[in-house]
């Protein structure tokens, strides 16, 4: 239902152009990015409300990390500019159908396979 796709290995300084492929899905109210790096929690990126567009970023990755999404080919499209050896890890897309709780992993319903992101320096 959420495939990411996009990840690769990238010199620090390069951009990134990552997707999400969204299907079978029967709301598609916030649209979400996390990240997991080695040994460490599955962390906030961004997300974006499918239907007004309105996003949010965490602030390790505001002014980089682009987040769109396309409601015709159903896909969720991030960019990211400036990588960063620290943007190395594991990243999902996700969903859920409200946005009462934080935005953390726990509170998001459903989840694709990540795609591997790996910085060198």
């Known amino acids: 239902q959420l495939q990411a796709s996009g990840g690769g290995l990238v010199q620090a300084g390069d951009s990134l152009r990552l997707s999400c492929a969204v299907s079978g899905l029967t709301f598609r109210y916030e649209m979400a990015w996390f990240r997991q790096a080695p040994g460490k929690e599955r962390e906030f990126v961004a997300s974006i409300m499918w239907e007004g567009g309105s996003t949010n970023y965490a602030t390790s990755v505001q002014g980089r990390f682009y987040i769109s999404r396309d409601r015709a080919k159903n896909t969720l499209d991030p960019q990211i500019y400036t990588v960063k050896t620290e943007d190395t890890g594991v990243y999902y897309c996700?969903?859920?159908?409200?946005?009462?709780?934080?935005?953390?992993?726990?509170?998001?319903?459903?989840w694709g396979k990540g795609t591997q992101v790996t910085v060198s320096s």
């Open positions: 996700a969903a859920r159908d409200n946005v009462v709780f934080p935005r953390a992993a726990q509170y998001y319903t459903n």
